[in-house]
């Protein structure tokens, strides 16, 4: 079973943490079942940035982002090469190492 290391974040994991995760389970999911509440203001339907992360390790295991989620990726707030939405990011076979930015482009909190 793969695992998600969450590096730490001083509002979501101030820890980090480390989380089983099921193989096509979204990063997202994961987070949200192990206690990390990352917002997801478009509720997972790729609407949105709120749930942007940067995949540091593993990011080429994970499928090829679509054009709607390079579009809104576009508009993301510290945007990488590595950088993906987590709710369009299913975990493939293969560990991944997750940094949860520091900020959203999001003006109200969700608190989901």
Request: aromatic content about 4%; proline content about 4%.
């Given at each position: 079973m793969p695992q998600i290391i969450f590096l730490p974040n001083d509002d979501l994991c101030p820890e980090g943490l480390v989380v089983e995760a099921e193989t096509g389970e979204t990063v997202l999911d994961a987070a949200l079942r192990s206690g990390i509440d990352i917002e997801h203001a478009c509720e997972k339907s790729c609407a949105c940035t709120t749930c942007h992360i940067v995949v540091?390790?593993?990011?080429?295991?994970?499928?090829?982002?679509?054009?709607?989620?390079?579009?809104?990726?576009?508009k993301a707030w510290g945007l990488?090469?590595?950088?993906?939405?987590?709710?369009?990011?299913?975990?493939?076979?293969?560990?991944?190492?997750?940094?949860?930015?520091?900020?959203?482009?999001?003006?109200?909190?969700?608190?989901?």
């Open positions: 540091r390790e593993g990011f080429d295991s994970l499928e090829e982002s679509d054009e709607l989620e390079d579009d809104m990726l576009d990488e090469p590595e950088s993906r939405l987590s709710c369009q990011s299913a975990v493939a076979d293969e560990d991944l190492v997750v940094e949860i930015p520091k900020y959203t482009i999001n003006q109200v909190s969700e608190q989901h």
